[in-house]
């Protein structure tokens, strides 16, 4: 069946540590890939997005992510959290819609 | 960048009554709107798929007649929570896509409508 796996349910860092979240899919064919982030009690926000082209993604507040078509992965990196990177982050893929990983909780501490 | 909207952002309202959610593409024209519903800590779930004057297309599981899905235009889609109990108390989040299905076609999110059955 088709799905997006996030593989890590709950993440807690130290503030300057390096983060990466793991993101994978079983869609087969061409799909453009996402990385939201939802802050506590607000919305959806468009971190990055994978449509074409170079595999490596920038995004807002210093995310970027890689596409891995082997892997049919997209995992989501910083190189250095902050406090205010606590938030819960969402793959999705998008196929003929968008669907969306269980999503990763993650806990930066000061 | 594309805007969508949705009113209002939060309802309270008493078990048995209906709701009505409004999504409106600001800047553009959505050939098609989606519904999606997330409870608390967990992720998004997709509802249901309309496109304009068509009948929405709903996922396995949900049901139909307690939500009623319109899109009338364009720019407008509503989804009508029926008799809703507290069961129901969630956020719904609406998505609005310009062009048809594919990958390269994006969805744009509305900000979500918080809903609480008492």
Known sequence: AQSVSQHNHHVILSEAASLELGCN????????????VQYPGQHLQLL??????????????????????????????????QWSDTAEYFC?????????????????KP | GAVVSQHPSRVICKSGTS???????????????????????????????????????????VEKDK???????????TLTVTSAH??????YICSARIGGA???NEQFFGPGTRLTVL
């Open chain 1, 25 to 36: 899919y079983s869609y087969g064919g061409t799909v453009n890939l996402f990385w939201y």
């Open chain 1, 48 to 81: 990055l997005k994978y449509f074409s082209g170079d595999p490596l993604v920038k995004g807002i507040k210093g995310f970027e992510a890689e596409f891995i078509k082997s892997k049919f992965s997209f995992n989501l990196r910083k190189p250095s959290v």
């Open chain 1, 92 to 108: 999705a893929v998008n196929k003929n819609d968008m669907r969306f990983g269980a999503g990763t909780r993650l806990t930066v």
């Open chain 2, 19 to 61: 709701v009505k959610i409004e999504c409106r593409s600001l800047d553009f024209q959505a050939t098609t709107m989606f519904w999606y519903r997330q409870f608390p800590k967990q992720s998004l779930m997709l509802m249901a798929t309309s496109n304009e004057g068509s009948k929405a297309t709903y996922e396995q599981g």
């Open chain 2, 67 to 77: 939500f009623l899905i319109n899109h009338a235009s364009l720019t407008l889609s």
């Open chain 2, 86 to 91: 507290p069961e129901d108390s969630s956020f």
């Open chain 2, 102 to 104: 594919g990958p390269y």
